[in-house]
Structure formats: C-alpha cells, structure tokens
C-alpha cells in the first residue's frame, strides 16, 4: 500500500472515530441522562458518579481509564492502542460538550433505551469498525481474556457490564431503569454486531498466500484458533501452492483481515457465512438443537 493510500485510509479512519464518538455521546447525554439511565462499563460507572456527586461524566471516563491505558501501552505499546486513546478521548469530550444543551429527546425510560441503545450502538459500531474501541471495559476484557483465551470476549463484556447495571440498580433503588439499561445494553450490541459482522454467527475463511505459514503462526498463536493446511496447485501457474482454513467466530474477522494484511496485502481470502459449526470453541456436537 503506498504512503498516500495509507495516509488517507489514516484519516478516514479519524473521521470515522469522530463522528462515531459524537453519535455514541447523543445516546448517552440526550437520551439515557434525562431519564437517569447508564450505559454499561467504564462509560456506567462514570455515570454513576455523575448522579451521585455532578462531576462532569466524561471527565471521569478519562480519568478511570487512565489506569487501564497505562497497563494497556505497557503491555500493547503506543501504536497499538493509539487510535483507542483518540475514540476514548473523542467519546468524552464529546459527552461533556453535548451537556452544554439542556435537551432530552424523550423522557419516556422505553424510548430512550431503544433509541438511545441504537445510538450508542451506530456510534461504538463505527469506532470499532476502525479497530479502535473507547477504552474502559474492551480493554480491561483483552487483557483479562490473555489469561483465559478459550473464553468469548463478549462473555467478559457481559460480565463486566451486568457488575455496573447491578451496582447502579443497589445504590439508587431504581430496578426499572436497570432493566431499562438492561435493554439499552441489548439493542446497542446487536446494532454493534450488525455493523461490523453482518448475521452471520461464523466465518470460514480459505487464504491463499506465498506466506502462509507466518500466517498460519499468527492466527493460532493470535485467535487460538486451529488452521487446517490444504495441498493445492494453482491452475494457471502450475505451482504447489497452500490454502490455510479456518473457522472463526465472526467478530474475528476483523483480526483476521488486520493478521493477513500485516503479512502479506497480495494474499487471496475467501470469506463465507457459515450456519452451524460444531467442535471444541464452537457448537457441542453432542447436543440436540
């Protein structure tokens, strides 16, 4: 890829992050403020703070994720994280500028979950979309996810996000607008799914590249995902080539895409939907749907 390309996919990227994070920050501050609702992970637990004391919520986003970035440049290194650093920034400020308007677009706690959900989640979906994430609990769940690697990232997520919903729902009484939240949190990460997945729940993948086994390395070393290499010869050269498959849950044909164009960008991936797959890390063959 030459330098102009890659300078302009760079600031496209940019543009993206940005408008993503201003989309995410309507949904909390003109949505799920005016009624006292929270959004899940660092985002929830700033809100929290915000109905308990005033302090500004995205200035205390950056500051609750200021810990985890340092763990996380540490670990990851500057590059790495740096477009995650602009979507948490960009995501913040954006919240507290928003806040500047004393404006609701609904105060009915249903409609701001729906449509404060599907903000959010057009929001985080174009963020994520770039390989950036807002900080906070994707990160937290990366560097958790290390030491347990067979178990989903949105498992973890989950988890974290239920943590805030039920400390929300403890502290203030209000078990409706938890499961007002509850929902919120639902329509967002479908919407996110939707965005950068499609419907589809896996993925299979045949690559075909002069480097494949640096590929092949990288995505078990990477995904933990088994790679079944496959003899072939191509037709019109006449030369002993390899096609490496892989099946993979669909949220990792994101890393799957960032490992084969780190490698190799004239490598040829065949990307298909795939209905049912059972095996260790997917479906139980055993049981009965």
């Given amino acids: 890829m030459s330098k102009k390309s890659t300078v302009l996919r760079s ?11 201003f989309i995410f920050a309507i949904g909390i501050q003109w949505f799920f403020h005016p009624v006292s609702m929270i959004s899940g992970g660092m985002t929830g637990i700033s809100m929290i703070i915000n109905l308990l004391t005033g302090f500004p919520t995205g200035i205390m986003i950056i500051i609750l994720n200021v810990p985890v970035f340092i763990i996380a440049l540490r670990r990851y290194g500057f590059k790495f994280m740096v477009t995650s650093l602009i979507g948490m920034l960009a995501s913040s400020v954006a919240i507290d500028i928003l806040s500047i308007w004393d404006f609701a677009a609904t105060d009915d706690p249903f409609l701001a979950a729906i449509f404060g959900g599907l903000l959010c989640g057009m929001g985080l979906g174009l963020v994520y979309s770039t390989g950036a994430t807002t900080g906070g609990t994707d990160i937290v769940a990366k560097l958790i996810r290390e030491k347990k690697p067979y178990v989903n990232f949105g498992t973890f997520v989950l988890i974290l996000d239920a943590t805030v919903i039920a400390a929300y729902a403890a502290i203030f009484g209000r078990f409706d607008n938890a499961m007002y939240t509850v929902i919120s949190v639902y329509v967002s990460t479908r919407i996110i799914d939707l965005i950068l997945y499609g419907t589809s729940q896996c993925k299979l993948c045949h690559i075909i590249s002069e480097r494949s086994e640096e590929i092949k390395s990288e995505i078990v070393k990477t995904l933990n995902r088994g790679v079944t290499v496959i003899q072939a010869k191509g ?26 164009k780190g490698i190799d960008t004239s490598a040829f ?21």
């Fill in 269 to 289: 991936v065949i990307v298909s939907d795939t209905r049912d797959v059972f095996g260790e890390g997917f479906g139980n063959i055993t049981i009965e749907k």
């Fill in 11 to 21: 600031a496209l990227n940019f543009i993206r992050i940005i408008l993503g994070a």
């Fill in 235 to 260: 037709a019109y050269s006449g030369l002993d080539k390899q096609i490496l498959l892989c099946v993979v849950k669909r949220q990792q044909i994101v890393e799957i895409r960032r490992i084969v």
